[in-house]
């Protein structure tokens, strides 16, 4: 019996751990999906600059993946996680000043500190998800996870959408006849809506904080995460010896870039076709839902019925499909194709990593650091998407999809074959 099966019999079962940490990653991670209309309202942005809550947000992944993986030798998985859990409070504690204050930098700073804690966050949890059972079934497990995160993520910005943007049609309107002083003290009103709200995430991450610290959740052995797979082919000497991987995590970095776009544009999408800022609010949710019927269809699925790389496949075509469908139809049927994005979207992740991180042997631990590194995408892409919005319009900038969904598919079909041993699956 190794020490995960024990841990289930005295106590939380770790993956029930792991289900509730990727339910904290789908909660706070799918608040910007709000956060971007509505700062855009309060604080009078452009979409360029409204998107910076995005690029805020995950571009902390980039800068923080290493530090965490050289954090985590030091303190362990586990009490990695627990630094994660306070920091990710300290930047939602500091919600209240910028929105006491209005200004745009210290939630954008906030939101960094958010994603450095969420970045140390997914280094440690991945390769728990990894590790509890055959690398074949890995897509399985993560679908799981990712059911977590979608609960999460339907509800988060349904319940913030509902607390920050309710009267935001009127608002808007009526700030327009307002002398400078008036809207400045309309649009201060409108921002104090997020501290509440930020103030009891903060609490509630330091309460999973202190749960997580005295849990049963064992540590992981260095010789137990690498004793996963062994490489194959010859000995290999550094990272970049495994092309799938490098074309893996470019995978991850345009994936992620896309999904953030299906969920974090089409409330403002929406509302740039005339749709009520009251209706709009919700259109993240139904984005999130879809991935969600996504995770769960994974779960029956995969591996049984469908390989991993097959999944793949059909979900880089439906991405094609559903973007070239949202692109050529108007109104509400455009919509509901941005939120079918979601659907195409919700397999890539628990698909791509598993086939870029596979027989890295002794890399393995480098590997999934620049996978979470490649998550940055989701701050760099959207941020593409916004500056196209504001130079064009925010239905043509969504042609920035169509080739990432074509490079994802090219990584599903011969991408993550490449520098493989031949006959090895």
């Known amino acids: 019996m190794n020490k995960f099966e024990q841990n289930k019999r005295n106590g939380f079962s770790p993956i029930v751990i792991i289900g509730i940490l990727f339910f904290v990653f789908g909660f706070i991670t799918w608040l910007s999906a709000v956060l971007v209309p509505y700062l855009k309202i309060a604080c009078e942005l452009s979409n360029f600059q409204s998107y910076l809550v995005a690029f805020a947000f995950y571009i902390a992944y980039f800068f923080m993946s290493v530090p965490a993986g050289w954090l985590l030798t030091h303190t362990g998985y586990k009490k990695g996680m627990v630094v994660g859990l306070v920091t990710m409070a300290v930047g939602s504690l500091l919600f209240v000043p910028a929105a006491l204050t209005r200004i745009y930098s210290l939630f954008l700073t906030g939101l960094f500190i958010q994603g450095a804690g969420m970045a140390l966050l997914q280094t440690a949890s991945n390769p728990y998800v990894t590790i509890l059972g055959p690398i074949e079934s890995a897509a399985k497990r993560i679908s799981i996870m990712g059911i977590c995160n979608g609960v999460a993520g339907v509800l988060a ?27 400045n003290l309309e649009l201060t009103m409108l921002a104090s809506r997020v501290i509440v709200p930020y103030l009891i ?15 049963n959740l064992p540590d992981i052995d260095h010789e137990e995460e690498n004793a996963v797979e062994e490489t194959e082919g010859p000995e290999k000497t550094h990272i970049f010896q495994f092309p799938h991987l490098l074309l893996g995590v470019l995978a991850i970095f345009l994936y992620t870039g896309v999904e953030v776009i299906a969920g974090n544009t089409i409330i403002s999408y929406g509302v740039y076709l005339n749709i ?134 090219f990584y599903a079909i011969y991408g993550h074959k490449i520098g493989r041993v031949k006959g090895r699956k």
Not at 161 to 183: P, Y
Not at 201 to 215: D, E, G, P, R
Not at 361 to 371: A, D, E, I
């Open 157 to 183: 910005p349904a319940i913030l959408g509902f607390i920050t943007l309710d009267g935001a049609d009127e608002i808007v309107e009526k700030v327009k006849g307002m002398t400078l002083d008036q809207k």
């Open 201 to 215: 995430i903060m609490v509630a991450l330091l309460l999973l904080s202190l749960f997580l610290y005295y849990s």
């Open 276 to 409: 009520p800022i009251a209706t709009a609010k919700f259109f993240s949710s139904f984005t999130i839902f879809a991935m969600l019927v996504g995770y769960i269809v994974g779960i029956i699925v995969i591996p049984k019925y469908l390989a991993q790389k097959n999944v793949l496949v059909i979900s880089a075509v439906m991405g094609l499909i559903f973007a070239l469908l949202a692109i050529v139809t108007t109104g509400f049927i455009s919509v509901m194709f941005i939120a079918f994005l979601g659907l195409a979207n919700s397999l890539m992740w628990p698909s791509i990593w598993p086939l870029a991180i596979t027989k890295l042997g002794r890399f393995t631990k480098t590997g999934s650091s620049m996978m979470v590194m490649a998550i940055s995408g989701a701050a760099v892409v959207p941020l593409l998407y916004g500056r196209l919005a504001d130079l064009s319009t925010p239905l043509i900038a969504y042609w920035i999809v169509i080739p990432i969904y074509c490079y994802i598919l």
